[in-house]
């Protein structure tokens, strides 16, 4: 089986944090996976759950009952309005060159 970089550090037991930027904004309603950072000015609401290993990056804005499944990347400044699903291993926003 081949295993991603994240899958392989988790497996040999690495304690994989949680980072959260103190300008950032999370609700004590939403669950974070571990690996996942959440950056400068981000806003995470109300019952909203992200899964491992995702970047939240500045400026970003998960409104309330999103799910965010694994391996995913919201780009900076990007608005996710609520009730929305965004599928494991998805960049959502900007594509950078």
Do not use: W
């Not at 609700?27 to 909203?48: E, L």
């Not at 970003?60 to 599928?87: A, F, G, M, R």
């Amino acid at each position: 089986m081949i295993y991603s970089p994240f899958e392989k550090v988790k497996r040999i037991g690495f304690n994989l944090p949680i980072i959260i930027s103190p300008l950032a904004f999370v609700s004590k309603h939403s669950s974070i996976g571990i690996g996942t950072v959440i950056m400068h000015q981000a806003f995470v609401d109300y019952n909203t759950k992200i899964g491992e290993n995702c970047i939240i990056n500045t400026q970003s804005l998960i409104e309330h009952d999103c799910i965010i499944e694994k391996n995913c990347h919201v780009s900076i400044t990007t608005v996710l309005t609520s009730e929305k699903i965004l599928k494991e291993n998805s960049l959502f926003g900007f594509k950078y060159d």
